[in-house]
Structures are given as structure tokens and as C-alpha cells.
């Protein structure tokens, strides 16, 4: 069994794959300093509960902060008895080009995304994920990954409004029922909700302008099937893009004998 590890900024996501199928998909908040000790009692313990009896013997990590990685390391050494590969890392080979200026690093998660895209949609692909950070992805006729943006995501805009406006209350994000708002909460959410689908829609119509072909927008994250309500923004959503290009990565560095 294949252990993926989704490693971001907020978030980290555990995902068992047993070749065809994940098993099952857990969250944790990603903090440095919980420890290979701390990871094994809680999978363990959300292993038995789901009473997933299976014996992981491979894993693969996409990580966008590198202090954790060490300790997701020990995790799969000590408890799992196998060396993950980690995407990112030069022994980590890439079914897909990475074309971008020269001493450039692309975040791991964007490159798994690029990965994942590619495998599931074929080119020329805007991948739109809904993370920390909002990020625009894009991937060549064939795969490879060519640029893309980087927009502050919808839960930073809306926490640094609380932070720096005194007056202004931490809300959640949803769809608001008219654009003029009433009160404060109405007026936040009006701004933010359709703030962000025009961002979505100019950056991607840029793209599509730039890149000069036909080209498909897929979102990824919590929030796309939000933001997919208020306009026709996407054309395919994948929840588990991410997971789904680590599974592609690993199959991949082992045909190769990386493994």
C-alpha cells in the first residue's frame, strides 16, 4: 500500500492508495514540530477506527514546508519500514517537463497538480487551486508545467481584513445573496465572493489569451465548488488532484527503478 502525504502551508493530507482506489483521506493542521511519533498514533488510531487493516509499504511527499519534511521521513522509516520519495528532491524524476526561468523552484504542490492534470485531462490546462494560496497553473499541449500566478488566498484576504480594520468581524466565506450588502458581514462577503470570481475569470481569460489555444480551467480545493455558484468558471472540478498526481509520480519513479 502507497502512503501520499499532501504537506501544505495550513493543511496536511494523508491518503492510503491500494494500487485502483484510495482507501481513505485524513486532515491534520500542518505544524513543524509534531513529531514521526505523533503522526503514527493518530494514523493508527483513524486506521482502526475506519478498520482499514493494511500494511504500507511505499510513500511519496509533496511538502511546501520543508521543516516538516524531516519528521514525515522518520514517520515512514521507523513505522513503515520504507524510504518515502519526495517530490522536488533530484532522485524524485517528473513524467512532465518544467519549463520556467533558470534557477526558478516551483512549489512541489504545483507540479503535482500539473501532474495530475495532465494524466487526468490531457494539455493545455489553467489548474486553479484553492489553497493558502490561490495559484494558477499551466500546463503545455504535452504536460509540461509553463508558469502560471499567484493570488493571496480567499481565508488570508479575509483574515488580513480582521487583522488590520479594527472595526471589520472575522467571517466565513459564502455566497452571498446580493451584491449591494446591508450590514457588515454582507458587505465583506459580497467583496471577497465576487472579488475572487473576478479574479478567477480575468486571470484565466489573460492566460487563455496569452497561451493562444483552446485551453480547459480545473479547479482543486475546498472552496472551487464554492466559487463554481456565482459563475461558470471551470470547466472540470477534481477534489483530489493532488493525491491523484502523487499516485502518478510514484508509479512513474518506479518504473524507472528509482525505487
Not at 120 to 130: E, H, K, P, T, Y
Not at 187 to 213: D, N, P, S
Amino acid at each position: 500500500m502507497l502512503l501520499c502525504i499532501d504537506c501544505g502551508n495550513t493543511n496536511t493530507v494523508f491518503s492510503i492508495w491500494d494500487g485502483e482506489k484510495f482507501l481513505s483521506h485524513w486532515r491534520t493542521s500542518t505544524e513543524h514540530q509534531r513529531t514521526a511519533d505523533q503522526y503514527y498514533v493518530w494514523i493508527s488510531t483513524l486506521m482502526n477506527f475506519q478498520k482499514i487493516d493494511v500494511k504500507i509499504t511505499e510513500a511519496i511527499i509533496s511538502s511546501t514546508v520543508p521543516r516538516v519534511v524531516f519528521n514525515l521521513r522518520v514517520l515512514c522509516n521507523r513505522y513503515f519500514d520504507c524510504r518515502p520519495i519526495v517530490v522536488g528532491k533530484p532522485e524524485c524524476a517528473l513524467p512532465v517537463d518544467v519549463r520556467v526561468d533558470e534557477g526558478t523552484r516551483v512549489g512541489p504542490d504545483r507540479l503535482v497538480n500539473t501532474v495530475a492534470g495532465f494524466d487526468l485531462f490531457g494539455g493545455d490546462l489553467i489548474i486553479v487551486d484553492f489553497g493558502t494560496a490561490t495559484t494558477f497553473d499551466v500546463a503545455d499541449k504535452d504536460g509540461a508545467y509553463i508558469g502560471g500566478a499567484i493570488a493571496p488566498g480567499v481565508n488570508l484576504s479575509l483574515e488580513a481584513l480582521h487583522q488590520a480594520a479594527a472595526a471589520l468581524p472575522h467571517i466565513d466565506i459564502t455566497m452571498p445573496n446580493q451584491v449591494i450588502g446591508k450590514n457588515t458581514v454582507d458587505c465583506m462577503q459580497a467583496g471577497v465572493f465576487w472579488g475572487y470570481i473576478g479574479l478567477i475569470r480575468e486571470i484565466c481569460t489573460r492566460i487563455k489569451a496569452e497561451h493562444g489555444r483552446p485551453m480547459k480551467v480545473i479547479a482543486t480545493g475546498g472552496l472551487a465548488t464554492l466559487f463554481s455558484q456565482g459563475d461558470a468558471l471551470f470547466d472540470e472540478f477534481e477534489d483530489t488532484l493532488t493525491m491523484h498526481g502523487l499516485t502518478v509520480i510514484h508509479k512513474y519513479n518506479k518504473d524507472l527503478g528509482n525505487l
